[in-house]
């Protein structure tokens, strides 16, 4: 078992890292370490895919020479994934941190809590 | 040492006065929460509230472990790390992309051709959701009114010879890296993604010396607009008339060429180019937004 975890040890510590940004997201009240956490979970899959389509002693997928052998090359598929998520975390990051703009202009707070309770008493205002 | 402990404390409970200047916010919002006073909540709101926060971290790690815990168990059923017999690597569509791309999409570069070839319509989502963040960032920052000019706009107009002299060095250097990786995507390292990202750099980087006012000349809100669309609209148009083309095995203007040469890999250099617009364009404009509210 120890050596099958440390054979995949990158897979094993893209887990971790996914755990690590999961229990931000979930333990930080504030809004500005959730975004971090949940960046740090994106981190994690993508080394996970990377880690997954590294096969040793092949070569990046660039074609040397006319060679295009299967055997030569590394998987190319999971360089695209990740580029895809990569784009996909910025855009979702940008616009979590305008949301988190607006939030704090609106309560002057970036406290969870805090903005639960002023939700609540607006709430009841307006009753 | 005790400022920076209470810089870390207001950090901590969110109440840091980061970036914005509350005076200088000046739009209707700013008013509201003045109205609001902590107010004391009911005994019964208070235990519920205190056995919630007390029950919700030790939750929220035994969430995490076991969650570690299921994926510690798949990853020991995963093949070995660098092994060459796993499924993906073996599956057919990895060794016709490997095999065949070169004659295919004519581009060296096996991923550029997999993401820009293969799956262009995968490609063109993303510079979509590019635009939608876009979007929706400009309609979350965007006021119509000029900001009142803060100290820090000050801080950031003065003339600072180190500065700017630096820019004025680096940033020809930065955009014309970044033409480089756009326009080798399909012979090397690189694409529109990287190299726009890079562009991007380098005109946050020359607003950050010279102030909005020199670049805006170039690109304001109006030629930003009409970048960005022309970009995706030509994107849409050149991978619809690729794929009814290539789909049908009609012939096409735009062949594979020969490989190796700048002018070849048929239309993934003109689409690398756009994606390398619209990405350079998107950075550039989601630091004018968060800046100053404006493009």
Same mark, same amino acid.
Request: aromatic residues 10%; charged residues 10%; without cysteine.
């Given at each position: 078992m120890w050596m099958t975890l440390w054979n995949n040890r990158i897979q094993v510590a893209a887990v971790i890292l996914f755990a690590v940004g999961f229990v931000t997201l979930l333990l930080h009240r504030n809004l500005i370490k959730k975004v971090i956490g949940l960046n740090i979970m994106d981190t994690a899959a993508y080394l996970f895919l990377t880690s997954i389509g590294y096969i040793e002693n092949r070569l990046s997928p660039i074609i040397q020479?006319?060679? $295009?052998?299967?055997?030569?090359?590394?998987?190319p598929l999971p360089a695209g994934l990740v580029l895809t998520g990569i784009v996909v975390s910025v855009s979702v990051t940008a616009v979590m941190l305008a949301l988190t703009i607006r939030i704090y202009r609106r309560y002057? $707070?970036?406290n969870l809590d805090d903005i639960y309770r002023y939700v609540h008493d607006e709430m009841e205002g307006e009753q | 040492m005790k400022k920076f402990k209470e810089w870390l404390r207001d950090w901590d409970e969110g109440t840091f006065d980061f970036t914005i200047d509350t005076a200088a916010a000046g739009n209707e919002e700013s008013t509201v929460s003045e109205s609001f006073e902590k107010t004391a909540l009911t005994d019964l709101e208070n235990r519920e509230f205190r056995l919630f926060s007390r029950a919700f971290p030790i939750t929220a790690v035994i969430l995490a472990s076991v969650m570690i815990v299921f994926l510690l168990s798949a990853v020991m059923r995963l093949p070995a790390f660098g092994s060459p017999h796993t499924p993906p690597a073996e599956s057919v569509t990895i060794q016709r992309y490997i095999e065949n791309g070169l004659s295919e999409?004519?581009?060296?570069n096996i991923v550029a051709g997999v993401i820009l070839d293969y799956r262009a319509f995968d490609t063109l989502g993303e510079s979509h959701v590019l635009f939608a963040a876009a979007a929706a960032v400009f309609i979350l920052m965007a006021s119509a009114r000029r900001r009142p000019e803060s100290p820090r706009d000050q801080a950031i107009l003065r003339d600072d010879p180190i500065l700017r002299n630096t820019t004025k060095v680096l940033v020809p250097i930065i955009l014309l890296f970044g033409l480089y990786v756009i326009f080798n995507g399909h012979l090397g390292p690189g694409g529109g993604f990287s190299g726009g990202s890079i562009i991007g750099g380098g005109l946050i980087m020359y607003e950050m010396s010279y102030g909005p006012t020199r670049l805006q000349r170039v690109l304001n809100l109006k030629t930003y607009k009409i970048t960005v669309l022309v970009s995706l609209l030509f994107y849409s148009i050149a991978k619809c008339y690729s794929f009814f083309c290539g789909a049908n095995s009609l012939h096409t203007i735009?062949?594979?060429?020969?490989?190796?040469?700048?002018?070849?890999?048929?239309?993934i250099l003109p689409l690398n180019m756009v994606v390398g617009i619209v990405v350079s364009c998107t950075l550039y404009g989601f630091y004018a937004l968060f800046m100053r509210e404006q493009i």
């Open positions: 020479e006319g060679d $295009t052998a299967l055997e030569t090359y590394v998987n002057h $707070t970036l | 999409t004519g581009a060296i735009f062949g594979p060429g020969t490989p190796g040469r700048i002018f070849s890999a048929g239309l």
